[in-house]
């Protein structure tokens, strides 16, 4: 495990190739803020710099993961603080999107924008204590980041209107009946399973990785299917020419697991 430098709002810790960005306001919840955004931001940044991280894993402080709206003696943030910093130009899911691979540890309530964000998220794990509600209705407001469109990607036409017209709050059980997030584990467990999970994709070739990522956003709403045939295509022949795909062949030849990310010059592509 490495230790590392934190921000008040969002921590930060590596351990092996992984990033675990911790949201740090637990005596609100984690109740989002233009703070938190903004640490947010510049930690996910740091980490889809640094070439020895390969993925990254995302969780809440203390007993939620994210309340919402930090509304206690202002007024609701706007969809700018929501997003990200307001110096940002490029909106906070497309950010997100082509980030290094995203993992959602819901380790309590998600709310809100605490939901939302996780569907910025490429892999969703809840906790069996996890709660989660697309809450906007309820408090005269409407969803935002993006959740009007990935929301019926991931869980269907149906289960967004259910969930975003009623702003009912679901437990984890039925949100992985719905698809809402990858798998229900038991909350002690909830950060390791993150964590495996992200290592077992951090240990892949980071730039097969990323462009497998890139693909499946770009073309799960084309309709297009030799646009589609096209784009994956070319970058085949292109993952076709690099060292981590040589390392993989020499590896099978080998009759043993290919290593790219060896220390001392191993292929990282």
Request: hydrophobic share 40%.
């Amino acid at each position: 495990m490495a230790g590392d430098s934190q921000d008040e709002a969002v921590l930060f810790e590596q351990r092996g190739r992984v990033a675990l960005l911790t949201l740090n306001r637990p005596e609100r919840l984690n109740a989002w803020s233009p703070e938190m955004a903004s640490a947010l931001y510049r930690l996910v940044g740091r980490a889809n710099d640094d070439p020895a991280i390969g993925a990254i894993v995302i969780t809440g402080a203390g007993r939620g993961f994210c309340s919402g709206a930090d509304l206690s003696g202002q007024r609701p943030a706007g969809p700018a603080q929501r997003r990200g910093p307001v110096r940002q130009q490029e909106p906070f899911p497309a950010f997100l999107q082509r980030s290094k691979p995203l993992i959602a540890a819901i380790n309590g309530p998600a709310i809100g924008v605490g939901l939302t964000l996780t569907l910025c998220c490429d892999i969703r794990v809840a906790s069996d204590r996890a709660r989660l509600s697309m809450r906007f209705v309820r408090i005269g407001l409407t969803p935002e980041l993006g959740s009007t469109f990935l929301l019926p990607q991931i869980v269907g036409l149906a289960y967004a209107n259910e969930l975003s017209l009623t702003g009912r709050i679901i437990d984890a059980v039925d949100a992985g009946r719905m698809g809402l997030v990858n798998r229900v584990v038991p909350h002690d467990v909830l950060v390791d399973v993150a964590m495996e999970i992200a290592a077992e994709i951090a240990g892949n070739p980071t730039e097969q990785v990323n462009w497998a990522k890139q693909l499946i956003y770009s073309n799960a709403a084309n309709d297009n299917l030799r646009s589609v045939l096209q784009s994956e295509d070319e970058i085949f022949r292109q993952a076709g020419q690099t060292e981590a795909r040589r390392e993989a062949a020499i590896a099978f030849r080998e009759k043993r697991e290919p290593e790219f990310h060896r220390e001392g010059g191993a292929p990282q592509a």
